[in-house]
């Protein structure tokens, strides 16, 4: 099988799995005596990859891509960072980096710069600003610590 059949292949397992909801891409964390179930990194990793097929072979996947990017916009957090958490609706798992990368890839697109700039601004700012060491390296979480206004001590970051 060529490369494009098989691409063909997986997108029509794709198009079923998003029909079910991606119950498949479900997964949940046993924490703070409760079960916390996530998708939102796991989502972004697919429209990525859709996006990476639909400019490589010509797959339509543009309606699919369309919907996972209102679905994943619609799971940003509601706070002044805006980010997105690997639970959701576990408010005390803060926004992460991982997940802001993958959405940063899915938004870094021509026609999604926009959005890019939209979503994902400004808790970048708080991950370089508030999170970052002085190595470059930089927190998993997002968390704003510092009152006032963010600053740093990273040379790389500011």
Same mark, same amino acid.
């Given at each position: 099988?060529?490369?494009?059949?098989? !691409?063909?292949? #997986?997108?029509?397992?794709?198009?079923?799995?998003? !029909?079910?909801?991606?119950?498949?891409?479900?997964?949940?964390?046993?924490?703070?005596?409760?079960?916390?179930?996530?998708?939102v990194f796991e989502r972004a990793l697919v429209?990525?990859? +859709?996006?990476?097929?639909?400019?490589?072979?010509g797959l339509e996947a543009t309606d699919l891509?369309?919907?996972?990017?209102?679905? #994943?916009i619609g799971m940003r957090r509601r706070d002044?960072?805006?980010?997105?958490?690997?639970?959701?609706?576990?408010?005390? #798992?803060?926004?992460?980096?991982?997940?802001?990368?993958?959405?940063?890839?899915?938004?870094?697109?021509?026609?999604?710069?926009?959005?890019?700039?939209?979503?994902?601004?400004?808790? +970048?700012?708080?991950?370089?600003?508030?999170?970052?060491?002085?190595?470059?390296?930089?927190?998993?979480?997002?968390?704003?610590?510092?009152?006032?206004?963010?600053?740093?001590?990273?040379? #790389?970051?500011?």
């Open positions: 099988m060529n490369l494009k059949a098989r !691409a063909e292949t #997986l997108h029509a397992r794709t198009l079923r799995s998003h !029909a079910s909801g991606f119950k498949d891409l479900l997964h949940t964390v046993f924490v703070a005596g409760g079960a916390w179930t996530g998708d429209v990525d990859t +859709l996006i990476d097929a639909r400019d490589a072979f891509i369309s919907a996972e990017l209102r679905y #994943l002044p960072i805006g980010a997105w958490s690997y639970l959701p609706d576990y408010q005390s #798992l803060s926004a992460d980096a991982d997940t802001l990368a993958e959405m940063i890839r899915v938004f870094t697109r021509p026609e999604r710069i926009a959005q890019r700039d939209a979503y994902c601004a400004a808790a +970048l700012r708080v991950l370089f600003k508030d999170c970052c060491y002085e190595n470059g390296s930089f927190e998993t979480y997002i968390i704003r610590i510092r009152p006032g206004p963010v600053f740093s001590t990273c040379r #790389l970051c500011t």
